[in-house]
Structure formats: structure tokens, C-alpha cells
């Protein structure tokens, strides 16, 4: 069975601060992995990733996948209060044409 | 564009109640999706529909139907709604996913639903 897991579930820490948040999975057939930033409502697409070691980055938001050990990880630097949200970590499934996600990380930044 | 719209944003169900969650994208896409959110468990697929016509059961799909009514609506229905139901519903599109180049599912506002 497919399974993507988050860690840690929740981090609280200081604007400014830098954060990592990880993402491990076990999936049949793995294309690609995907992060997403949940704020009040619905998620919203922030990198795709398909390629072992090749940084995805936007602006004070980077990932890279690691396929050999089956992980990803999304680093935020200088982290402000916008940042606070749920990040979800998902998985696609070649041939099963669907996402699996993880539970999610809630990331608290306080000023 | 509106994107992918879901109605009702809100919903309070008694116990054995049904209703339909409706969902319909303007964006032309072939996929559409059910999710549900409860805490500390992300996203749960409930059924998909990979295509017009064709429909796939998720991890969670007791106690839902689905209807894809055309491309463009995807509609999800409880029959006999129970306690457990209660969650936070969000339907989904996307391109079909197999193209590595199409990647992004685009998700509606959510439905919040309570069954008491």
C-alpha cells in the first residue's frame, strides 16, 4: 500500500527562524512528488519534483528529492508570519493516475 | 475563470440524512477528485474519475457515490450520512496526471460538513 509520511506534524518557531519540514514515502511505481501550502482554504501547488538531487526554489522556498533513500525535504529560510500554514507532501503514482499525501506538517511562525 | 467551484460551502446533516456535494472546473481538464481533510490526516482520496465517464474508488470510498456528469461536473454523494462523515470536502482537477509535464491539481474552496 502506498503511504507518504510527514515530519514532524506541527513546528512552532520564531519569524526569521529557518525551518525544514520531511516528507518519506513508499509507492509503487513513483513519478514524481509534489508540496503543497494549505492556508485557510484549499492547497496551492508549490514545486514539483522528479529528479533525484536537483533543487527546486522559490524565492525563500527550496526542495530536493533524494529517490535512492525515498525523502524530500522543503526548507524555508527567514520564515515571516505568512508563512505559518499546513504543508501537505503528496506522491503520484504512475500508473494509478492519483496523489497520495501525507498528514501534513502545521507550521506556526510567530513574530 | 473561476477554476474549480464546490457548493455548499457549508452543511449541517442529521444522522441518516443525504445530500450531494456538487463540483464542477472550467478548465477543461479531464481528471476530478474527492478528498476529504479531517486533523492530523491530511488528504484522503474518497473516488476519482480519471476521465468522462470512467470513476475509481480511493482509499475512503465507503459510505460516498460519485457522478461524473460530464467533463466539466463531479458530483459526490452521501446517502445515509453518519457522525464519521464530518470533515472538511474538497474536490479537485487536473490535466490527465500520467504527462509529467501536467502535474497540478487545482482544488475548490471546500465544503465543510457536520453530521450530528
Known amino acids: 500500500e502506498d503511504k507518504v509520511v510527514q515530519s514532524p506534524l506541527s513546528l512552532v518557531v520564531h519569524e526569521g527562524d529557518t525551518v525544514t519540514l520531511n516528507c518519506s514515502y513508499e509507492?509503487?511505481?513513483?513519478?514524481?512528488l509534489l508540496w503543497y501550502k494549505q492556508e485557510k482554504k484549499a492547497p496551492t501547488f508549490l514545486f514539483m519534483l522528479?529528479?533525484?538531487?536537483i533543487e527546486k526554489k522559490s524565492g525563500r522556498l527550496s526542495s530536493i528529492l533524494d529517490k535512492k533513500e525515498l525523502f524530500s525535504i522543503l526548507n524555508i529560510t527567514a520564515t515571516q508570519t505568512g508563512d505559518s500554514a499546513i504543508y501537505l507532501c503528496?506522491?503520484?503514482?504512475?500508473?494509478?493516475?492519483?496523489?497520495?499525501f501525507g498528514q501534513g506538517t502545521r507550521l506556526t511562525i510567530n513574530p | 475563470n473561476a477554476g474549480v467551484t464546490q457548493t455548499p460551502k457549508f452543511q449541517v446533516l442529521k444522522t441518516g440524512q443525504s445530500m450531494t456535494l456538487q463540483c464542477a472546473q472550467d478548465?477543461?481538464?479531464?481528471?476530478m477528485y474527492w478528498y476529504r481533510q479531517d486533523p492530523g490526516m491530511g488528504l484522503r482520496l474518497i473516488y476519482y474519475?480519471?476521465?468522462?465517464?470512467?470513476?475509481d474508488k480511493g482509499e475512503v470510498p465507503n459510505g460516498y457515490n460519485v457522478s461524473r456528469l460530464n467533463k466539466r461536473e463531479f458530483s459526490l454523494r452521501l446517502e445515509s450520512a453518519a457522525p464519521s462523515q464530518t470533515s472538511v470536502y474538497f474536490c479537485?482537477?487536473?490535466?490527465?496526471?500520467?504527462?509529467?509535464?501536467?502535474?497540478?491539481?487545482?482544488f475548490g474552496p471546500g465544503t465543510r460538513l457536520t453530521v450530528t
Open positions: 479537485a482537477s487536473s490535466e490527465v496526471l500520467r504527462r509529467e509535464r501536467i502535474h497540478e491539481q487545482y
Open positions: 509507492v509503487t511505481n513513483f513519478r514524481s
Open positions: 522528479t529528479s533525484s538531487g
Open positions: 503528496a506522491v503520484l503514482n504512475q500508473g494509478a493516475q492519483k496523489l497520495v
Open positions: 478548465m477543461n481538464h479531464n481528471s
Open positions: 474519475s480519471a476521465s468522462e465517464g470512467t470513476t
